[in-house]
């Protein structure tokens, strides 16, 4: 059982917009920031956002993040067929732990 | 271009210790950042293991903390894992990772390696 709840997964058609909920607890989310990770098959996790909205160089500004009290949202517009992936959001707890969410399974039909 | 490596047995018996070895390059740990360990069983999600600075200060998942040690060698700019006691639980991909400081991100990964506890 994860500490951060996301939907196990989500779609959506190729140039859609699509959005990925983020859900935690006020000594989490609530009192840090969140971070968002992309894992494309096969592969080890890749970070695509940062401090709930910052995106490292190189992710494209189709992806997008937000953070409202104990919640976060990944968006991404303009779906292509590379965003099929797993995507993970995380923080960390004021324990100083860090705790992910379950994932997301991202599916472009 | 800061770049993560993995290695240790792929195998490990139940009741015994499982230990793997980062190796970092591109970066001098010993110039700081924090470097961590994070697992991921086989189709499930991501656990956070615990984070190392470069000076030795650790802290752990306290889910794990009974079992776990983190210690850095920067002499040969790497850092390493040890698992006491494991069991089938265990088997996971384990990923190692630079961290940005203490409350920020894991922004370079390693490939991850696969470590399977089966007698």
């Known amino acids: 059982q994860s500490v951060l709840t996301q939907p196990p997964s989500a779609s959506g058609t190729p140039g859609q917009r699509v959005t990925i909920s983020c859900s935690g607890s006020?000594?989490?989310?609530?009192?840090?920031?969140v971070n968002w990770y992309q894992q494309l098959p096969g592969t080890a996790p890749k970070l695509l956002i940062y401090?709930?909205?910052q995106r490292p160089s190189g992710v494209p500004d189709r992806f997008s993040g937000s953070k409202s009290g104990t919640s976060a949202s990944l968006a991404i517009s303009g779906l292509q067929s590379e965003d099929e992936a797993d995507y993970y959001c995380?923080?960390?707890?004021?324990?100083?732990?860090?705790?992910f969410g379950g994932g997301t399974k991202l599916t472009v039909l | 271009q800061v770049q993560l490596q993995e290695s240790g047995p792929g195998l490990v018996k139940p009741s015994e210790t499982l230990s793997l070895t980062c190796a970092v390059s591109g970066y001098s740990i010993s110039s700081g950042y924090y470097w961590g360990w994070i697992r991921q069983p086989p189709g499930k999600g991501l656990e956070w293991i615990g984070s190392i600075y470069h000076s030795g200060s650790t802290y752990y998942n306290p889910s794990l903390k009974s079992r776990v040690t983190i210690s850095v060698d920067t002499s040969k700019n790497q850092f390493s894992l040890k698992l006491s006691s494991v069991t089938a639980a265990d088997t996971a991909v384990y990923y190692c990772?630079?961290?940005?400081?203490?409350?920020?991100?894991?922004?370079?990964w390693g490939q991850g390696t696969l470590v399977t506890v089966s007698s």
């Open positions: 990772a630079r961290q940005g400081a203490e409350w920020e991100p894991h922004d370079y």
């Open positions: 995380a923080a960390w707890d004021d324990s100083l732990l860090a705790v």
């Open positions: 006020s000594s989490n989310i609530g009192s840090n920031t």
């Open positions: 401090s709930n909205n």
